[in-house]
């Protein structure tokens, strides 16, 4: 009934402001009067946070904030800006409570009420769209004397419409819930971080032991869909705001966030014990660190700093650590290897793919090189494409493959590099788009190609003749 800018209607917040716009702008004393005597007569209706700008810019930057770059705010429905004198009377007469009816007063009544409505309109501006309702009015009122004129009654129809577009009880569907503890635990991204587990306990040099690495990987899954899970319950009100996270779960409401967290405590719980009781220690203590720091480093520092970034590679480069770790029990510098792999990876994947979701990181609020440092974000992702060639080299050279693996795996390398540095030159989507496809196939073409040149162990070289047996040292002789 009455709409008002949400500049005028910040003045609400503290008496502060309220007398400061005041002071400034003399039109809102009577906005803020009408604002008062709207909420007293129906608080229903009042306007909740999401309808004040304000409110709204504080998840997209603060005022002392560096961002050089801000997206245009989703289309929100226009709210036409209606004058009191343009609303009729006989609206106003509907929110009158219901009267006993008396046939003798039917039109005397209403007259009074329009008598009273009618100083509201400026003398100097006569309504004229209001004569013919009330025209109506009293001639609906004069047949119908057996009732009160102007009562409006709510039908059982629009009461469950009017009620259903509020919050209501959440009703969980059974049927739903293996896809929604699937969209909760990432399943794409925790399928990756098995896989890289995997790779990691496939490399390590020692007997391969199909049990303990079925006990790995499931434990590892589980912290990753608990990691995800805390993950999604910290950003719901960010996710609603981009188009990319607004479908998730929680931001639908098919759940309610206690059930989250208790997804993922019935994951985290299991799975730190399977890593630390059935595997190792070591392997337990690094699932648990992992985490950590997805939860409560990376997640809070996507809205404070780009360090989130670097933080995020280390994240995502524990898991083929966790492999190597499980299947020998220590930390060697083959699993720091493997872990770099994922490391240098994670720079040109995930750079490529935010440079074309900027638009939805700045109005999410998530400070990310692409939006804030743009220039840094494309150097970046070629400086660490070239360093997958770097580490290549260095495999064999801590013997956890042989030569033939930086020779065989320099084209794959060499190629992601060019498109790194095609994006640093030109830094358009089509660059962004072709770098980050790349980066889809070539981990899993990298950590093949790593299998398959793995160094034998000492018992295959014993085996294939390829070292000599150490010979034992000839017995002393006797002196006689």
Not at 196 to 210: E, K, L, N
Not at 216 to 239: H, R, W
Request: hydrophobic fraction near 40%; charged fraction near 20%; charge should be positive.
């Amino acid at each position: 009934m009455y709409k008002t800018p949400c500049s005028r209607l910040s003045g609400l917040i503290g008496v502060s402001v309220k007398q400061k716009l005041v002071q400034n702008v003399p039109e809102c004393k009577q906005t803020a009067r009408s604002l008062i005597q709207l909420h007293k007569r129906d608080p229903s209706n009042w306007l909740t946070y999401q309808h004040l700008n304000f409110l709204k810019r504080q998840y997209v930057a603060k005022n002392s904030s560096e961002l050089h770059q801000r997206a245009v705010p989703k289309p929100a429905p226009t709210q036409t800006i209606v004058d009191e004198r343009d609303v009729g009377v006989e609206r106003r007469v509907q929110r009158i409570p219901a009267i006993a009816p008396v046939v003798a007063d039917t039109v005397p009544q209403s007259e009074d009420i329009t008598s009273q409505a009618r100083p509201a309109i400026s003398p100097s501006e006569p309504d004229t769209d209001d004569a013919p309702a009330q025209k109506d009015s009293a001639s609906s009122g004069s047949a119908t004397s057996g009732e009160p004129p102007h009562i409006h009654v709510e039908t059982d129809e629009a009461k469950e419409a009017r009620l259903d577009r509020q919050w209501k009880l959440l009703k969980v569907d059974v049927a739903e819930l293996p896809d929604v503890y699937a969209k909760l635990a990432k399943i794409k991204l925790t399928a990756l971080v098995v896989t890289s587990a995997a790779a990691g306990f496939a490399m390590a040099p020692v007997p391969f032991d199909p049990l303990i690495f079925f006990v790995a990987s499931l434990g590892t899954c589980l912290a990753s869909c608990t990691a995800n899970s805390i993950n999604q319950y910290f950003e719901v009100p960010f996710d609603s705001n981009m188009n990319r996270t607004k479908n998730r779960p929680l931001v639908r409401g098919q759940i309610s966030p206690l059930h989250a967290v208790s997804f993922a405590l019935a994951c985290g719980v299991p799975g730190i014990a399977l890593l630390s009781l059935a595997v190792n220690p070591l392997t337990g203590f690094l699932g648990a660190l992992n985490i950590f720091l997805y939860t409560c480093c990376y997640t809070p520092l996507k809205r404070l700093s780009i360090a989130n970034t670097w933080v995020g590679a280390v994240v995502g480069a524990i898991p083929p650590v966790m492999g190597w770790t499980a299947a020998t029990g220590c930390l060697e510098p083959g699993a720091l290897l493997m872990g770099g792999f994922l490391y240098c990876w994670q720079f040109p994947h995930f750079n490529a793919l935010s440079w074309n979701l900027r638009e939805d990181y700045s109005r999410g609020g998530y400070r990310m090189m692409s939006v804030t440092h743009p220039g840094m974000c494309k150097r970046v992702a070629l400086r660490h494409s070239l360093g997958l060639v770097g580490l290549a080299a260095l495999a064999p050279a801590l013997d956890v493959t042989t030569w033939t693996f930086p020779v065989v795996s320099l084209p794959i390398n060499l190629y992601i590099s060019y498109l790194a540095f095609r994006f640093y030159r030109r830094g358009d989507r089509d660059s962004a788009r072709k770098l980050f496809f790349c980066s889809l196939w070539h981990l899993p073409m990298l950590l093949l190609l790593a299998l398959t040149c793995k160094k034998p162990r000492r018992e295959q070289e014993l085996e294939a003749g390829l070292v000599a047996p150490p010979t034992a040292s000839p017995p002393l002789a006797l002196q006689s």
